[in-house]
């Protein structure tokens, strides 16, 4: 994983990344994440050798790789989210870029916090965010930025631990093992159970059951 697009913006920069827009229950998750360059460069040669876009990554890979983000010397990091109320409210697009302005905001009030007068580029992956000042997009950017690939670590493995309080709230679903995305086990539990709170009532086999009326948590 290289650091070439993090350089063509120059210190500071923060990598942003998301998980979680397709799921029918729990909310979107955003991950950001900054580091000088220079201090990037020694952990891309070490710590964070392995970081690479989440969806490459085992469960276990990914946790033992959080962690490594975590604790560095020298990163700032956030992971925010939009709940399922701010998904149906305002749309999963919109809720996605909610999450991703939160993360940012916080690490960058950690970078002013530290003395950094910059004001930082925003290196985000995906489509551009507009509502991101300052910010420039990456297609497929948690396979080509060092940055965006370890907020998706952040990002994915946040959302599968919601995912794990979820199945502790609402046993039956089995949200540990599809996290919330519409598996054949999960349309079959929401037909059965009807939705619980932490559906997206805005997404269709949410809806259509709620539509059908009864059951639900």
């Given at each position: 994983m290289t650091l070439e697009h993090e350089?063509?913006?120059?210190?500071?920069?923060?990598g942003v990344d998301e998980a979680g827009r397709g799921p029918l229950a729990g909310g979107v998750f955003a991950a950001a994440v900054t580091a000088p360059l220079a201090v990037a460069a020694g952990l891309?040669?070490?710590?964070?050798?392995?970081?690479?876009?989440?969806?490459?990554?085992?469960?276990?890979?990914r946790r033992a790789l959080s962690e490594a983000v975590r604790n560095a010397d020298g990163c700032i990091w956030a992971v925010a989210s939009a709940s399922p109320e701010e998904i149906d409210r305002l749309n999963i697009l919109q809720a996605?870029?909610?999450?991703?302005?939160?993360?940012?905001d916080?690490?960058?009030?950690?970078?002013?916090?530290?003395?950094?007068k910059r004001p930082p580029a925003v290196l985000v992956d995906g489509l551009p965010v507009a509502s991101l000042p300052n910010s420039t997009n990456l297609i497929k950017g948690d396979?080509?930025?060092?940055?965006?690939?370890?907020?998706?670590i952040l990002a994915k493995t946040a959302r599968d631990e919601d995912c794990l309080r979820l199945e502790r709230l609402y046993p039956g679903y089995g949200f540990a093992a599809h996290k919330g995305y519409p598996t054949a086990r999960h349309l079959s539990a929401l037909?059965?159970?009807?939705?619980?709170?932490e559906h997206r009532r805005s997404f269709a086999p949410v809806a259509q059951r709620l539509a059908k009326g009864g059951g639900g948590v």
């Open positions: 350089r063509q913006l120059g210190d500071p920069v923060i891309a040669a070490g710590a964070w050798r392995e970081v690479n876009d989440s969806k490459k990554l085992s469960p276990k890979k996605t870029h909610l999450a991703m302005r939160r993360a940012v916080a690490v960058a009030a950690g970078l002013s916090a530290a003395g950094e396979a080509k930025s060092l940055l965006i690939a370890a907020a998706s037909e059965t159970l009807g939705p619980c709170p």
